[in-house]
């Protein structure tokens, strides 16, 4: 019996050992060029795109072509499928989301207008978004449990909508004094990014601040943020141009990519993103592309 | 022999005597002693070793050097070489040049300073008049470092605090107070009317006034829920309004009212009520950009001379960097003849790497290259095989 035990205890030793190299391995496999979303396949080469939205349930990413006034939307794999230019009604696009409805949402920067797009119904119409007297000046959004999460430009602050697009609350920073850039909505509440502050900070649900980490010191210019599989945080510096990763405490990790026109490299990048499938993907509005990088 | 008695006198000299000795007796039988003298003297000269700086036989720089510039001085000033690099750094500390403002050997002033504090200053910031009208005592006596601080710090404009604070340091709060009846609200924001250094107005403030400041207060500080916000200014600037409306602007900064990040609402020293020049107002902000082509070999005279708004919208563009135009039509409005005759450029021409149109900016980088004409590899090889791979 204590021969079986031995070796019992042996055997899971040498499993939790072979586990820790594959994972270890795994962990310090850099990132890689796994896939370019262009315009090749639309004929048409797309010019600053300023946002990618993944629709997980249908396996597709959308790429706002905000210079060409459409959407694009490519496989799982990365194959181009579709060009939607909304009849040409689109002004500048800038990023959107898909409610349950199926009903596209998009923010148009050229008439500030959060625009439905509902294709089965053949309907664009422009919503104003106001607050009180206020006209909020729209930009980045995310969608989640039927709320509009909008960021207003002009405040720095994140806008929640209801259905019917009126302002149910707020998600202020008030540790962030020239207001949020980016913010992510992930399981466990929001990460929001504040450039001039180069802070990156995390409110749970309610948008109560649970707490903030200075990038300063490794990023210049930091525009965009993503929060990855693990749980690191991943901040995207423009400038750089490259991307900075920070544990949950703030702890700088390492940063990777660099400045460049060839694959895998960065120009003017502005926003970045986890898809479902564990790919980073990077929207270069310089390259007019977005590239995805897997490990 | 005789030789080797020479070796064995200079060995036994270089053993019995230290190293200043050796300075005061070598170096001065050629180099007249007086000349080094004065009333602040450089540590290791006082100390009589001029080779801590210098190599007596042979060495790579001008004036037998042991190394170049700041390097030199940071041989020994290393403490100063991390401090230097923090915020916003003076321009020739960035570019490493100590000897701008200071002298390596002796000075009649502290610090090693080239000239008295004040001459030093305006030797580059000759654009700033001496004298104003009404000027401020401490610009007036030449007294720079009472606001600012000569190398680096965290604060705007070199201040040695928030401006508030600086002008705090001089200025009682309750004086300030009787002469600010009537202000509506907390005083607060001195810069925001008064020009530090000095103004046709008396109590310094700024020649130009926002037209709505020169009528009095009440037009924006009266009016409810709005005052303040952006939105007060941009219900009459509606150009400018219109103009935020689009893929980038500027439509960002610190505080409530956006606007403020760049302008004045009361006062200012020119028509824009720009809180500085163009290059501090973008400095604020793009102090990355500004300080990673500053010391760029080759720049863009607009580039050089801080005129950011002759190439970039201000307040919104729809394009990248926010340009004024495309990365053609922006810089053919003064190259024109390369606007005819070039490297084909165009909607209809395609960098390979990309598939994006080749502009002009494809391969110049104005702001600012180690490469002529700004490129942005090298134009013997490197940039054109970054497209024509075959060749």
């Known amino acids: 019996m204590k021969y079986v035990k031995n070796i019992l205890s042996q055997s899971a030793l040498l499993a939790v050992s072979i586990f820790m190299v594959a994972t270890t391995s795994l962990a310090a496999e850099p990132w890689a060029w796994k896939a370019t979303l262009d315009g090749a396949g639309s004929g048409q080469a797309i010019v600053m795109p300023t946002a990618l939205y993944i629709d997980a349930e249908r396996q597709r990413y959308y790429v706002i072509d905000s210079g060409n006034n459409r959407l694009l939307s490519y496989s799982q794999e990365g194959n181009f499928l579709l060009a939607f230019a909304a009849e040409g009604k689109l002004q500048i696009p800038y990023d959107m989301v898909r409610d349950n409805a199926d009903v596209i949402w998009v923010v148009e920067k050229g008439r500030n207008s959060l625009t439905s797009i509902n294709i089965?119904?053949?309907?664009?119409?422009?919503?104003?978004?106001?607050?009180?007297?206020?006209?909020?000046?729209?930009?980045?959004?995310d969608y989640k449990d039927s709320i509009f999460y909008i960021l207003d430009k002009e405040t720095g602050q994140i806008a929640l909508l209801n259905s019917d697009l009126t302002v149910k609350s707020w998600i202020s920073c008030a540790e962030c004094t020239s207001g949020i850039v980016d913010f992510k909505l992930v399981n466990d509440g929001i990460w929001a990014l504040d450039l001039l502050d180069k802070k990156v900070v995390q409110f749970d649900h309610d948008g109560k601040l649970i707490k903030n980490f200075d990038v300063g010191q490794t990023l210049e210019f930091p525009v965009s943020l993503a929060i990855g599989p693990a749980g690191n945080i991943y901040v995207l510096d423009r400038h750089a141009p490259a991307i900075a990763v920070f544990d949950t405490e703030g702890s700088f990790k390492y940063t990777f990519l660099a400045k460049g026109w060839g694959r895998g490299e960065l120009y003017f990048p502005i926003e970045i993103l986890f898809d479902p499938w564990g790919g980073l993907c990077v929207v270069e509005e310089g390259n007019g592309r977005v590239e995805v990088f897997g490990r | 022999?005789?030789?080797?008695?020479?070796?064995?006198?200079?060995?036994?000299?270089?053993?019995?005597?230290?190293?200043?000795?050796?300075?005061?007796?070598?170096?001065?039988?050629?180099?007249?002693?007086?000349?080094?003298?004065?009333?602040?003297?450089?540590?290791?000269?006082?100390?009589?070793?001029?080779?801590?700086?210098?190599?007596?036989?042979?060495?790579?720089?001008?004036?037998l050097l042991e190394a170049e510039g700041s390097a030199l001085c940071f041989s020994c000033h290393a403490k100063e070489e991390n401090a230097f690099k923090q915020g916003m750094v003076h321009q020739p500390v960035r570019s490493g040049q100590c000897l701008a403002c200071h002298v390596p050997h002796s000075s009649s002033r502290s610090g090693l300073l080239k000239e008295q504090l004040s001459a030093t200053c305006f030797g580059c910031h000759d654009k700033l008049p001496q004298k104003f009208q009404y000027t401020h005592s401490p610009y007036a006596q030449g007294q720079c470092y009472s606001c600012h601080r000569p190398h680096q710090s965290v604060f705007g404009e070199l201040l040695k605090d928030e401006p508030d604070k600086v002008c705090l340091s001089c200025h009682k709060s309750q004086d300030l107070q009787k002469g600010h009846l009537n202000y509506?609200?907390?005083?607060?924001?001195?810069?925001?009317?008064?020009?530090?250094h000095g103004s046709s107005r008396k109590g310094i403030v700024r020649d130009i006034l926002h037209a709505p400041f020169a009528q009095g207060c009440k037009e924006c500080h009266d009016k409810g829920e709005i005052q303040g916000s952006t939105q007060s200014c941009l219900r009459c600037h509606e150009k400018v309004a219109t103009g935020m409306l689009a893929r980038h602007s500027h439509l960002t900064g610190k505080g409530e009212n956006k606007c403020v990040a760049c302008h004045s609402p009361h006062a200012g020293n020119e028509k824009n009520l720009l809180k500085g020049s163009q290059l501090q107002v973008c400095r604020s902000c793009h102090n990355d950009t500004i300080a990673r082509y500053e010391n760029k070999l080759y720049r863009h005279p607009k580039a050089k001379e801080g005129t950011c708004i002759n190439c970039h919208e201000v307040h919104g563009s729809n394009r990248i960097a926010m340009l004024r135009a495309d990365g053609n039509a922006i810089c053919t409005r003064c190259h024109e003849t390369q606007g005819k005759f070039t490297h084909p450029v165009g909607e209809k021409v395609v960098d390979v790497r990309t598939g994006q149109m080749v502009t002009c900016v494809t391969c110049h980088l104005p702001m600012g290259s180690d490469f002529k004409y700004e490129l942005i590899y090298s134009g013997s090889k490197d940039l054109c095989i970054q497209c024509h791979k075959r060749y």
Request: glycine fraction near 6%.
């Open chain 1, 120 to 141: 089965k119904a053949k309907e664009i119409l422009t919503h104003i978004i106001k607050d009180g007297s206020r006209t909020l000046v729209l930009d980045r959004i």
């Open chain 2, 1 to 63: 022999m005789l030789n080797y008695y020479r070796i064995f006198v200079i060995s036994w000299l270089a053993i019995a005597f230290p190293i200043a000795a050796a300075a005061d007796t070598v170096c001065f039988q050629c180099h007249k002693k007086e000349a080094f003298s004065g009333k602040v003297v450089h540590q290791p000269l006082a100390k009589g070793q001029c080779g801590a700086c210098h190599n007596p036989h042979v060495a790579h720089f001008k004036g």
């Open chain 2, 184 to 196: 509506p609200g907390t005083l607060r924001n001195c810069l925001s009317c008064h020009n530090p």
